[in-house]
T-cell receptor, first 116, second 110 residues
Framework: DARVTQTPRDKVTEMGQEVTMRCQPILGHNTVFWYRQTMMQGLELLAYFRNRAPLDDSGMPKDRFSAEMPDATLATLKIQPSEPRDSAVYFC??????????????FGSGTQLSVL | RKEVEQDPGPFNVPEGATVAFNCTYSNSASQSFFWYRQDCRKEPKLLMSVYSSGNEDGRFTAQLNRASQYISLLIRDSKLSDSATYLCVVNSGGYQKVTFGTGTKLQVIP
């Protein structure tokens, strides 16, 4: 089965450290999403790429977060410096956007981030 | 007002019962709608798309009401394995920005 691969599964770090999360979208998919999930806020969209171009990162704190797609097989989400309030599960999802709007997303298993 | 709103629940129902969830959305220009299921400590997975005419997939029925801006999910003959959080998803942007509701938790009780 094709699947979205995320690494690492778990990350525990200290406040102030850099955190990098990686995602390999499903081969052939042209859209990549980064979501953050907490109990209080649910799934929040952080960034959205289409054909590797960033289309929307309005949900992402720009001062510390950055998202990139260096190539079609890799998306990264970096937090520098990390803070305790960044503790959450971070999901990557990919999809295939054609001309219509019916885009189905496939999620990776997430990165559980704990910032102490 | 949030773009997509759901009753968080939990909905506690006995096995075999029928249960329904609603989800409202604020953007009248939204074009596509989905239900996802998320098990505890797992990633969300697509359950079904929601079509304008309504659609069924086994025990699950999804409906869309554009006039009132809500979608619904009906589960018949609930199984213990249906226990999960059900996420309403709306395509809310011209470039396919996909927005998730915070989810409705369902617990099916023996």
């Amino acid at each position: 089965d094709a699947r979205v691969t995320q690494t690492p599964r778990d990350k525990v770090t200290e406040m102030g450290q850099e955190v990098t999360m990686r995602c390999q979208p499903i081969l052939g998919h042209n859209t990549v999403f980064w979501y953050r999930q907490t109990m209080m806020q649910g799934l929040e969209l952080l960034a959205y790429f289409r054909n590797r171009a960033p289309l929307d990162d309005s949900g992402m704190p720009k001062d510390r977060f950055s998202a990139e797609m260096p190539d079609a097989t890799l998306a990264t989400l970096k937090i520098q410096p990390s803070e305790p309030r960044d503790s959450a599960v971070y999901f990557c999802a990919s999809g295939l956007a054609r001309t219509g709007p019916n885009e189905k997303l496939f999620f990776g298993s997430g990165t559980q981030l704990s910032v102490l | 007002r949030k773009e997509v709103e759901q009753d968080p629940g939990p909905f506690n129902v006995p096995e075999g019962a029928t249960v329904a969830f609603n989800c409202t959305y604020s953007n009248s220009a939204s074009q596509s709608f989905f239900w996802y299921r998320q098990d505890c400590r797992k990633e969300p997975k697509l359950l079904m798309s929601v079509y304008s005419s309504g659609n069924e997939d086994g025990r699950f029925t999804a409906q869309l009401n554009r006039a009132s801006q809500y979608i619904s999910l009906l589960i018949r003959d609930s199984k213990l394995s249906d226990s999960a959080t059900y996420l309403c998803v709306v395509n809310s942007g011209g470039y396919q920005k996909v927005t998730f509701g915070t989810g409705t938790k369902l617990q099916v009780i023996p």
